[in-house]
């Protein structure tokens, strides 16, 4: 019984000093939040499958943060927040609107990535949605390239355009600076971690892509959401012991 008991202990402790040791604040990502998504681009989440979402990580005890927050985290990795999480979403779908209602209620920040040559299309947000979603201090929104390419495949003159002037349209647009990038579909090379650093990001996102299992400031992972996650799988997700699981596919 003793035997046991040390091993079981013995077990935990190592866990737990794994977990430490590759502990990310976990990012949450969406895209679509309706019935379909823009030319099937995306898997959508329901706005009932999202208010549900929204309200069990509440219930669960999370706490979103802000992008400033984030931006504080990765400057001091040994800043205390208690059970934080980050909510973003890409592309700048229209139906994104709906959600930001849900998340005021609730008082969670959340970081919306947005291409800047989609503003205005079909199914996308226009320029005054994105300035009237922004004017709060809870909707950061940020880069997602200029017309989503896939920086990992494109020459680096053009990757350096998409990092460069997506960020200069969208001060322009907004008149406050953008902090973020998230590379299309999670694709880079080390040049472009490195074009983003330059280009004056404070930070970079990718999916579940990454050179290694290390954490990079300017190719941060994140966590896909699905219409099935409910309380269970979300409370797994962002409890940490989901990066064990976690294997990065190739960025290129």
């Given at each position: 019984?003793?035997?046991?008991?040390?091993?079981?202990?013995?077990?935990?402790?190592?866990?737990?000093?794994?977990?430490?040791?590759?502990?990310?604040?976990?990012?949450?990502?969406?895209?679509?939040?309706?019935?379909?998504?823009v030319n099937g681009s995306?898997?959508?989440?329901?706005?009932?499958?999202?208010?549900?979402?929204?309200?069990?990580?509440?219930?669960?005890?999370f706490r979103p943060i802000s992008l400033y927050e984030y931006?504080?985290?990765?400057?001091?990795?040994?800043?205390?927040?208690h059970k934080p999480v980050l909510v973003t979403f890409d592309d700048g779908y229209k139906d994104n609107l709906a959600a930001v209602p849900i998340l005021r209620a609730l008082g969670f920040?959340?970081?919306?990535?947005?291409?800047?040559?989609?503003?205005?299309?079909?199914?996308?947000?226009?320029?005054?949605d994105i300035k009237r979603i922004s004017a709060g201090d809870r909707i950061d929104v940020n880069s997602h390239t200029l017309n989503h390419c896939n920086l990992g495949l494109v020459h680096r003159d053009q990757a350096a355009g998409e990092i460069q002037e997506s960020r200069r349209i969208l001060e322009d647009t907004l008149n406050q600076s953008v902090r973020a990038i998230a590379y299309p579909v999670g694709g880079f090379t080390r040049e472009v971690l490195v074009m983003a650093k330059a280009a004056g990001y404070d930070c970079a996102f990718t999916t579940n892509r990454g050179l290694d299992r290390k954490f990079q400031r300017y190719a941060i992972r994140r966590i896909k959401i699905t219409p099935r996650d409910n309380a269970f799988t979300l409370f797994f997700k962002l409890s940490g012991a989901y990066n064990l699981f976690r294997h990065p596919r190739k960025p290129f």
């Open positions: 019984m003793i035997v046991v008991f040390f091993i079981i202990f013995s077990v935990v402790i190592a866990l737990s000093l794994y977990l430490n040791r590759y502990y990310e604040i976990p990012v949450m990502t969406y895209h679509a939040i309706g019935s379909s998504s995306a898997e959508a989440v329901t706005l009932e499958a999202f208010r549900k979402q929204m309200a069990a990580i509440k219930k669960l005890g931006c504080l985290w990765l400057d001091n990795r040994h800043l205390s927040l920040p959340a970081v919306m990535f947005v291409v800047p040559g989609w503003l205005g299309r079909e199914g996308y947000m226009s320029a005054e």
